[in-house]
């Protein structure tokens, strides 16, 4: 089932996806990646998609008490979270009668999210702990020179830029796109990375910052900023992208810029809005517990069809 939230696609798998093995949600992601990647390209590339879809496939739940796992995947593999996303997994199993207005856990490859469905018809999803790795980071970039950002973790790992001078507009896409582009392979070549550190043991994994985030004044008068995020297949977020809204409201916190519980509304590059707030973690300092709302809207029911004669049976594959 198809859906846009506040612009920016999701194509929910609710049968016919591969069986895959794993006891947690995590460990189903890699098998997703590992034997299924066909499925993957299939759902969501050219010609049954296109580049800025984003796909989302229900798995067994991990948690009890969860309504379902879920497993995102883009373009050009799978994401470890998906704010949008969640918020049409949600509009689609209300569709479908398997959630009424309420809230519901989700179990995704790294946590759980609680996503609630109000009276409204706007979902709001209580997102993964979100925190800022590193401040004031600077990425020395090939006929641009340095730009300076953030690192942080919403769900995803973003590069959150305010001091780009660039004027974030629809008219400028192609121009943010590759400024965006060049900031990620400034961050590879300058061995720049998301790192988790697992409590317990101690033990570090570097990850690819894969989003680029900037900021700017808002068109709006509704909203406190506008952004332009670049997502790890080269297509931008036409919504306000809530895993990289959740990384914002972590560098604003820590900044003392937004007190704990205050809203602060995002406008997206083509003017669809999501508000966010934060809780603190009195036990983890720096860290948020971030809140995003926003409305999506069924766009469509469709049967893929999936010929093994079909050349582009598994999607079209761009090199
Ligand atoms: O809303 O978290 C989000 C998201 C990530 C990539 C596209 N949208």
Redesign the pocket.
């Known amino acids: 089932m198809d859906s846009h ?1 506040e612009g ?1 696609p999701t194509r929910v798998v609710v049968s016919g996806g591969p069986r895959l093995e794993g006891a947690t949600v995590a460990e189903k992601a890699a098998d997703l990646r590992t034997r299924f990647d066909d499925f993957r390209r299939a759902v969501v590339c050219e010609p049954r998609g296109h580049e800025a879809l ?1 796909g989302a496939l229900l798995v067994e739940p991990e948690r009890e008490g969860s309504e379902t796992g879920v497993i ?1 995947f ?1 373009n050009v593999g799978t ?1 470890h ?7 049409g997994v949600m509009v689609t199993l209300a569709r479908l009668g398997r959630v009424q207005r309420g809230s519901y856990t989700l179990d995704t490859p790294v946590g759980p999210v609680l996503a609630h469905l109000g009276e409204n018809g706007l979902v709001s999803v209580e997102n993964v702990p979100s925190f800022r790795q590193q401040r004031d980071v600077v990425v020395d970039i090939e006929g641009i020179g340095p730009v300076t950002g953030d690192v942080a973790w ?3 790992w973003f590069f959150i830029v305010d001091d780009h001078g660039m004027e974030l507009a629809t008219t400028d896409l192609e121009v943010l796109r590759e400024y965006a582009l060049q900031i990620r392979r400034g961050l590879e070549a300058a061995a720049i990375h998301g790192v988790h550190e697992d409590p317990g043991t101690g033990e570090r994994t570097y990850h690819v910052i894969d ?1 680029v985030e900037l900021f700017d004044e808002p068109g709006r008068s509704d909203c406190d900023s506008r952004n332009f ?1 670049l ?2 297949g080269g297509e931008y ?1 036409r ?8 990384a914002k409201l972590a560098c604003l916190a820590e900044d003392g810029m937004l007190g704990n519980g205050q809203p602060w509304a995002q406008e997206s590059i083509i003017g669809s809005r999501f508000v966010g707030r934060y809780r603190e973690l009195e036990e983890r300092p720096g860290v948020v517990v971030p809140t ?1 709302t926003g409305g999506a809207w069924i766009t469509g029911n469709c049967e893929l069809h999936l010929d093994p004669a079909d050349p582009f049976v598994h999607g079209i594959v761009r090199s």
């Open positions: 939230t920016e984003v995102f883009n994401l979270m998906c704010v949008h996303g969640t918020i919403g769900g995803n989003h995020v997502c790890p977020d919504s306000p992208c809530g895993t990289g809204l959740s995003i």
